[in-house]
T-cell receptor, first 116, second 115 residues
């Protein structure tokens, strides 16, 4: 069965600290996609990144970086030098090719507080 | 700027009332989705639609129905609202195809309280 686990319910950091949000997934499919979304206080989830199961290359975008490791079924997200505007709920999600993208599974989310 | 809009940000209804939640997208997306978001549970799929008049049950369809008469509009209906349907409801849309690679675009959500 497909499953996404975000073990950290809430994380609180002080501005400029680095923070890593963990995501562990389960799937039997060989072709799948992993996503991260950000939900700021306004409520609207915003897409951050997608990774497919055949591309384990890590990615860096500004202060954000993602570490995808198939060996541990993990897709972790690191924010470097966190800022107050990073305060949000972050969701990791899994979409299997066999479901055609119709049944994306979301983790429970990690609420990040960044204090000034 | 692409957009998914939802008819209400906050809604308070009484038990037994019929409730309509509306969602409109302007991106010409084929797929549309309704989720509910509850603390500790993440987003759970209620229904989705991949074309006009087409609908499929998600993981928690009980107590809900949907309607998609136009491509841009997807409505969620609570036939007889109950207190356990108090939740945040999120609408999303995406392009069809891509075998799961297409990201979803979300509306701001409707926080529904059933008294």
């Amino acid at each position: 069965a497909q499953k996404v686990t975000q073990a950290q319910t809430e994380i609180s950091v002080v501005e400029k600290e680095d923070v890593t949000l963990d995501c562990v997934y389960e799937t039997r499919d060989t072709t799948y996609y992993l996503f991260w979304y950000k939900q700021p206080p306004s409520g609207e989830l915003v897409f951050l990144i997608r990774r497919n199961s055949f591309d384990e290359q890590n990615e860096i975008s500004g202060r954000y970086s993602w570490n995808f490791q198939k060996s541990t079924s993990s897709f972790n997200f690191t924010i470097t030098a966190s800022q107050v505007v990073d305060s949000a709920v972050y969701f990791c999600a899994l979409s299997e090719a066999r479901t055609g993208g119709f049944k994306t599974i979301f983790g429970a989310g990690t609420r990040l507080f960044v204090k000034a | 700027d692409v957009k998914v809009t939802q008819s209400s940000r906050y809604l308070v209804k009484r038990t037994g009332e019929k409730v309509f939640l509306e969602c409109v997208q302007d991106m010409d997306h084929e797929n549309m989705f309704w989720y509910r978001q509850d603390p500790g549970l993440g987003l759970r799929l209620i229904y989705f639609s991949y074309d006009v008049k087409m609908k499929e049950k998600g993981d928690i369809p009980e107590g809900y129905s949907v309607s998609r008469e136009k491509k841009e509009r997807f409505s969620l209906i609570l036939e007889s609202a109950s207190t356990n349907q108090t939740s945040m409801y999120l609408c999303a849309s995406s392009f069809r195809g891509g075998q799961g690679r297409n990201e979803q675009f979300f509306g701001p959500g409707t926080r529904l309280t059933v008294l």
